[in-house]
């Protein structure tokens, strides 16, 4: 193998300009030359595709997003747009390819597989959600991110004995509202995993109240509900003074924490080693601190199991 690509898809995330650094750079290093694809599996398609070398890489290790840009191509699900994209790649001469993205990239990564093109999935979201790695790349910032909003919400939910529904991201996961929710000391946390009674949240934030506690903070995952519900529903337990912060975009966004750059060069560096190996149509991760890779077709059989000990330690330790 002479040539290898690198595209980025779905939803970007912090780091992902990490593992590109780590995929170019050990790929030279091995004697490998490197393409760049822009935009994702629209990209590959269309032809957007570059030489890189050592320096196009160069000072975006600190920098969220990805410099490949990232797009939705619904169009990679037929199989017309898949022998499209392969065509593209031997145009370039481009033996295999990394693809950095989440659920949805990884549907494209198989599928170039089973065509015969050698494809390995790295996984990039902040959402966690993803089956056989315990962390994913961008998830630590988005948590770190979260953690910054939610002790300023405390700062002035305090001085005005507020409660306080913060809303944040996770698709379908609670992984960001949990880890958050015992960083920032949230005296409830409400993910999609645990069914929760309003009843007794009212209580708790009352019994707060009457033993002099100036404010409460809720996080709230936003596959349960809205928070604007949320807060409408808690007020028909009683007056709390409800606020609600819904935190968005800006969790998708900055300077990707130490963990996630380390993590995403470390992907991004085994991912090469695979290509090296011929191996392809497996998605790396990391579980128990070591990274490892599995079929890219397991993941889709198997499920994302968000760390549940934290809930039941937040409900022991924040009240
Ligand atoms: P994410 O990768 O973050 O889950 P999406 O679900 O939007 O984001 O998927 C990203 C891209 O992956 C899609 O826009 C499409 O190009 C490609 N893709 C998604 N599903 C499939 C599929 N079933 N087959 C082939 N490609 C797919």
Redesign the pocket.
């Known amino acids: 193998m002479k040539r290898i690509g690198i595209l980025t ?3 970007d995330a912090p780091g992902m300009n990490a593992a590109i650094r780590a995929i170019t750079r050990k790929a030279i290093h091995e004697g490998l030359e490197v393409y760049g694809i822009n935009y ?3 990209g590959l398609v269309a032809g957007d595709i570059f030489r890189m070398d050592e320096s196009t890489v160069g000072d975006k290790i600190q920098h969220g997003g990805t410099f490949l840009y990232s ?4 169009e ?2 037929q199989v017309e747009g ?1 022998l499209k994209g392969i065509e593209q790649l031997n145009k370039f001469g481009i033996e295999a390819l990394v693809v950095i ?8 990564a198989l ?1 170039l597989t089973e065509h015969g093109y050698n494809t390995i999935g790295l996984p990039g ?1 902040i959402d966690n959600d993803i089956p056989y790695t315990d962390f994913t790349i961008g998830f630590d910032t988005a948590v770190n991110t979260v953690l910054e909003s939610v002790d300023r919400i405390r700062d002035t939910a305090t001085s005005h004995e507020r409660t306080f529904v913060i809303e944040v991201m996770g698709r379908g996961a609670g992984d960001i509202a949990l880890w958050s929710g015992v960083a920032g000391g949230a005296e409830a946390v409400i993910v999609p995993e645990k069914d929760f009674s309003m009843r007794k949240i009212a209580d708790k934030i009352r019994a707060g109240r009457n033993r002099g506690k100036k404010h409460s903070l809720i996080i709230l995952a936003e596959g349960v509900m809205h928070a604007d519900e949320f807060a409408k529903e808690l007020g028909e337990y009683g007056d709390f003074h409800t606020r609600v912060t819904v935190l968005g975009h800006v969790q998708r966004g900055g300077s990707p924490t130490a963990r996630d750059r380390v993590i995403a060069s470390q992907m991004g560096a085994y991912a090469v080693d695979l290509l090296q190996q011929g191996k392809g149509g497996l998605a790396v991760g990391i579980e128990n601190n070591k990274i490892v890779s599995h079929d890219i077709l397991d993941l889709f059989d198997a499920k994302h199991h968000a760390e549940l000990s934290l809930f039941d330690l937040n409900n022991s330790i924040s009240y």
Do not use: E, L, N
Request: aromatic residues 18%.
């Open positions: 898809s779905g939803g994702g599996y629209a797009a939705r191509y619904p990679f699900a898949q993205g989440g659920d949805g990239s990884y549907h494209g599928r979201t």
